[in-house]
C-alpha cells in the first residue's frame, strides 16, 4: 500500500522499555481511517506516558495469511506487548486471524503468551463468544466507561473481570455492559483524504425506537443525547482545522430534540455537515429545506419493507408518509437514497410487489434520481428476532432480484445472500465457530471455501430456530430476554407467523 499524506499525526519516538501497543484496525486503510473510534484510540492512547504506538491495517481483503508490519515505521506485529482491535463487522474476524496467523502470533490466548489481545466493538458487545478464544479481553460497551481499566491492563498487566470486561479464560461468566453519558469527542483527528467516509461527529448513542432486527439499538441503550452546543463546536472546530465535511455520527440523529437547531445552527454559521440515514416519520418541510440550504444532495431514508411488515418491524410510518417525505424531496431537488430489507420472517409475495409500487409511487413524486438498496435480514443476537431461523440463499437472492427487476430506480445495490448467511452463522455462533474461522483463514477467504465450510455445519445456527439458553446470555444490559422476547411475541402477532417456538 502506498503511504497516505496525512495531517495531525503525534511523532512520538520509542524509547527502551517503553510498552509497545499495537492499534490494528481489521479492514484497509481506508475503511480504518473512516472510523472515529480508531482516531479516538490513536490520541488516548498516545496520550499514556512511557507507551509507544503503531498502526496496522489490512494490506487487502483477499488471499491467505499475511505478515503485519506498521504502517509507521514497518514493525512486525508480534513485536508488540498488545493489540488493541476495534471490529464492527463479523466477516472482519478472519482478517484479525489471518493477520495474527501471518505474523506468527498464536491465534488462541490459552497458548499465547504475547502479545495480548484486547478486541472491543458492538459486534463483540452483543455476542463476544465467537472470538472468546483469541481474545484476553473484550470490551463489553463503552470504550469511555472502561478506558481507566484499559490503562490499568498496560501498565499492570491486570486483567481480571470487571465492569464491561470480559475475560474469556475464565468461560463463561456475567459482565454487565458499560455506558457512559460522557462520551464527548475532541476535534484531534488524522486527515487524510483516503477514507470512504468523512470525519465523524457523534449527535448520540444509542437509539428510542425498537425496531425488531435492529442489534445496535438493543445493546446500546439506553439513549443519550450530546448537548447542542457540544455538538456545533466540535464541528466549527472540524471545519476550521481541517476544511473538510463533517458527518453527523448516530444510529436517529433526527431523534435528537434539538436536531433542527442543530441545522440552524450549521446554516447561520455556514458549517459544511452530511448526514446518515434518517428516520423517515421524524422529517417535515422545515427541515428538508435546511438539508438543502446546507447542500445536501440526497436525502437517506430506511421504508425497510412493505407498510404491513415495516409496522411488524416497529417502523410506524404509512406508505403515504413516505410518498410525502419524497414529494418534499422533490421540491427541494434532493435524490432520495432507500434502503429495505427482505427475506423477514412472515414476509409474503404481496409485501414484494408494495415494495415495488412504492418506488414507483417515490418516482411519481418527482424524484430524479433513485438509489435503491435491497439487503437480505441478517439476524443478530440481543434482538427480538434472536429465536428465528434466517431464510435459505436461494429465497433471498429471488427475492432480490424479483424487487430489482419490478422497482424504479437509477441505481441498486444489495448485500450478498451467501455472505448474510455467513455474517448470520458467524454472528450467532458459540466458541466451537472459531474452528471454521482459522480454517477459512488458512486456505483463503473465498467464497468457494466458505461454501465448503457451509456444508461442514458453519450455517446450522443461522438456518434453524434457537431455544435459550443463548451463547450470550452471560453478558448483561438493559435489556433481557424477558423483554426481548416481548417484542418479539408483538412482532409475530403483527406479521402473522403461522408457527410458535418451544
Known amino acids: ?50 507507551i509507544y504506538l503503531e498502526r496496522f491495517f489490512m494490506p487487502s481483503l483477499s488471499g491467505k495469511p499475511v505478515s503485519m508490519r506498521s504502517y509507521e515505521n514497518g514493525m512486525p506485529l508480534k513485536d508488540f506487548d498488545y493489540i488493541i482491535i476495534p471490529v464492527h463487522y463479523e466477516l472482519d474476524y478472519v482478517n484479525i486471524i489471518k493477520a495474527l496467523i501471518g505474523s506468527n502470533i498464536e491465534v488462541i490466548s490459552s497458548k499465547r503468551i504475547k502479545p495480548k489481545i484486547i478486541i472491543g466493538g458492538p459486534t463483540v458487545t452483543a455476542n463476544p463468544e465467537p472470538m472468546a478464544d483469541v481474545a484476553d479481553v473484550e470490551i463489553i460497551g463503552d470504550l469511555e466507561a472502561v478506558w481507566e481499566k484499559i490503562i490499568d491492563i498496560f501498565y499492570n498487566e491486570r486483567i481480571e473481570p470487571s465492569y464491561g470486561l470480559y475475560i474469556p479464560s475464565l468461560g463463561k461468566h456475567e459482565v454487565r455492559a458499560a455506558y457512559s453519558n460522557n462520551f464527548n469527542s475532541s476535534t484531534r483527528r488524522i486527515l487524510t483524504k483516503e477514507t470512504i467516509f468523512t470525519l465523524g461527529v457523534e449527535v448520540m448513542r444509542g437509539c428510542p425506537f425498537n425496531c425488531v432486527f435492529c442489534m445496535e439499538s438493543y445493546i446500546s441503550k439506553p439513549t443519550r443525547y450530546r448537548k447542542i452546543e457540544e455538538i456545533v463546536s466540535e464541528i466549527e472546530e472540524l471545519n476550521r482545522k481541517y476544511n ?243 417484542k418479539f411475541l408483538l412482532f409475530r402477532e403483527r406479521i402473522g407467523l403461522g408457527y410458535s417456538l418451544h
Open 244 to 486: 473538510e465535511k463533517v458527518s453527523l455520527i448516530g444510529l436517529t440523529i433526527n431523534s435528537h430534540p434539538k436536531f433542527k437547531i442543530i441545522l440552524k445552527e450549521a446554516k447561520d454559521k455556514n458549517l459544511k455537515i452530511s448526514l446518515p440515514s434518517l428516520r423517515a416519520e421524524l422529517l417535515d418541510n422545515e427541515v428538508i429545506e435546511l438539508l438543502s440550504t446546507l447542500g445536501q444532495q440526497t436525502l437517506t431514508i430506511a421504508p425497510e419493507n412493505s407498510e404491513r411488515v415495516r409496522y411488524a418491524l416497529g417502523k410506524e410510518i404509512s406508505d403515504e408518509n413516505i410518498i410525502n417525505t419524497a414529494r418534499l424531496a422533490s421540491k427541494y431537488n434532493l435524490n432520495l437514497k432507500l434502503y429495505f430489507i427482505t427475506s423477514i420472517p412472515g414476509e409474503k409475495e404481496e409485501d414484494l410487489q408494495n415494495i415495488a409500487n412504492l418506488t414507483r409511487s417515490i418516482k411519481m413524486a418527482g424524484i430524479k434520481k433513485i438509489h435503491l438498496s435491497v439487503n437480505p435480514l441478517i439476524i443478530k443476537p440481543r434482538t427480538p428476532l434472536q429465536w428465528l431461523p434466517m431464510e435459505d440463499e436461494n429465497k433471498m437472492r429471488a427475492k432480490i432480484n424479483y424487487i430489482k427487476k419490478n422497482s424504479y430506480y437509477e441505481d441498486f445495490t444489495s448485500y450478498d445472500p451467501f455472505l448474510a448467511i455467513v455474517q448470520g452463522s458467524i454472528a450467532l455462533s458459540d466458541r466451537d465457530v472459531i474452528k471454521y474461522l482459522i480454517e477459512i483463514s488458512i486456505n483463503g477467504n473465498s467464497k468457494v471455501y466458505w461454501r465448503s465450510l457451509i456444508k461442514k455445519g458453519l450455517s446450522n445456527i443461522a438456518l434453524k430456530e434457537r431455544k435459550e439458553p443463548f451463547p450470550w446470555d452471560h453478558i448483561k444490559g438493559f435489556i433481557d430476554n424477558k423483554f426481548l422476547w416481548d
Open 1 to 50: 500500500m502506498q503511504e497516505a499524506v496525512e495531517k495531525g499525526l503525534i511523532n512520538k519516538k520509542y524509547r527502551k522499555n517503553m510498552i509497545k501497543v499495537a492499534l490494528f484496525y481489521p479492514s484497509i486503510y481506508s475503511v480504518a481511517m473512516s472510523s472515529l473510534v480508531f482516531h479516538k484510540l490513536y490520541f488516548l492512547i498516545n496520550e499514556l506516558d512511557d
